[in-house]
């Protein structure tokens, strides 16, 4: 594997940060990373007067492997052709001091995503010969800053992005591919109708409704519809569609607990009709705000289920909650839904991790797998169906990484109507694709481990 250096204005202004320092001053040596090659357990030191830089050319192994798998006729699939690939992170190397010693502490998701895509994308060029350019921009926090790489010519090139991370930044340049037919890879944005009339737009992180239909589903395969009852306050009470919608049809609704938006304690409510004899009683609250909220409503679960047998469902935020006593999440049978999981004792996580850091002298965050995971997603597919991929999601067997697996469907600001006698037409034009699988993880041994 070679990597071209030029000198440039851009991320690796912070070259004292060993992270980064990797692709600011590889070793110099040409030909092919073998997979037997071990990384240099040393940290590197930068050398004297290097020039920073931001694009890496990936030039595939002599003996490049196969495509994975068939290509189906109607796409595009790997021959060798190069795809241009840019990286859209906050780097925020405007925040750095003047002599780049200190690294912003808002960089940490920017540098830690990018050092695991880093080690997919040496993975894939080294192991499966796949040709890639790859440039590397800092987008900064404002819009205004971020716009101004819009007249970027290598922006321009890019045939596939992968980021930006804020919501604004993603809604800014999902309008722009629409007129470019770039292929936009959202790794972090959760939103929902972002955007429209946009089938290059992939989002990977699911949104609110996956994780209220995967929660939905999952409770409706253990239990009857009538055992469950959603509770939220007022204000987010416009939540509670995205269970009903995810409702078998012909189901009884589920049951609503709508509370004022000022309550501070349960105590003047009784949940005693929503036990019955014989049965588990299962609630949902779909909030994350107020850990005082939730904790109000365990205590009075827990004081008036008696030998009741329940389970209570939340949000990804209540994993990292501290004002809620472990006794709680443990007897009430605490689930959340959560976005990612890593199972950091797999055989492959824990090379990875220390692959990670031998090249990089630090420990990988969620953002490094996630990294990691949406580059070599994003490289396999174009390695497979070509700059189609984006056209095959829906249809393609799901795609298993580290901390997340990717398993994509269409999405409609208005579905299809079956009845229509144009429906089959309509089925093709969705408004973007997204990611809907959601880990389920149930409160046990004093942490969340996946149940499904």
């Not at 930006?164 to 800014?172: E, F, I, K, W």
């Not at 306050?233 to 269970?243: G, H, I, N, T, V």
């Amino acid at each position: 594997m070679k990597i071209r250096r030029q000198s440039t204005l851009a991320v690796y202004l912070l070259a004292a940060c060993s992270l980064l320092f990797v692709f600011c001053n590889p070793p110099k040596r040409t030909g092919v990373v073998t997979p037997n090659q071990r990384p240099s357990t040393t940290r590197p030191t930068p050398a004297p007067g290097a020039s920073p830089m931001d694009t890496l050319r990936w030039t595939p192994a002599t003996t490049p492997a196969p495509p994975i798998g068939n290509a189906p006729a109607s796409g595009q699939p790997y021959f060798g052709q190069q795809y241009s690939l840019a990286i859209l992170l906050p780097f925020l190397t405007d925040q750095a001091d003047s002599d780049a010693r200190l690294v912003p502490e808002k960089s940490s998701l920017a540098l830690q995503f990018y050092g695991g895509a880093s080690l997919a994308l040496k993975k894939l060029a080294s192991e499966e010969g796949l040709n890639l350019t790859v440039d590397v921009l800092d987008t900064r926090v404002s819009d205004a800053d971020f716009q101004r790489l819009f007249s970027n010519p290598r922006l321009g090139k890019a045939q596939v992005i992968i980021g930006p991370v804020r919501s604004s930044h993603v809604g800014l340049l999902a309008a722009r591919i629409k007129q470019t037919r770039q292929i936009l890879v959202s790794p972090e944005s959760p939103n929902m109708d972002l955007t429209s009339q946009n089938p290059d737009f992939v989002q990977i992180n699911p949104s609110l409704r996956a994780h209220c239909a995967a929660i939905a589903r999952y409770v409706l395969q253990r239990n009857s519809p009538e055992a469950i009852t959603l509770v939220s306050k007022q204000r987010e009470a416009d939540r509670l569609p995205f269970f009903q919608q995810a409702n078998r049809t012909g189901n009884k609704p589920f049951a609503e607990l709508i509370v004022p938006d000022d309550l501070t304690s349960f105590d003047k409510i009784d949940l005693r009709p929503y036990f019955q004899p014989g049965r588990k009683s299962v609630f949902i609250l779909p909030t994350w705000a107020s850990q005082s909220f939730v904790m109000a409503f365990l205590q009075k679960l827990r004081a008036s289920k008696g030998s009741a047998s329940v389970e209570v469902y939340g949000m990804p935020q209540w994993k990292s909650f501290t004002n809620i006593e472990p006794e709680y999440f443990d007897e009430l049978n605490v689930h959340i839904s959560s976005a990612y999981y890593v199972d950091r004792n797999s055989d492959e996580a824990r090379a990875f991790r220390q692959l990670f850091y031998d090249t990089y002298g630090t420990i990988p965050g969620e953002d490094a797998y996630n990294g990691y995971d949406v580059a070599l997603f994003t490289g396999r597919m174009l390695k497979r169906y070509g700059l189609s991929f984006p056209q095959q999601l829906a249809a393609t067997e799901p795609f298993d990484g580290m901390h997340t697996r990717f398993q994509f469907a269409k999405v409609y600001t208005t579905p299809p109507d079956p009845l229509a006698g144009n429906a089959n037409d309509l089925s093709s034009q969705y408004d973007y694709l997204e990611n809907i699988f959601v880990h389920i993880l149930k409160y046990q041994n004093y942490q969340f481990l996946p149940v499904n």
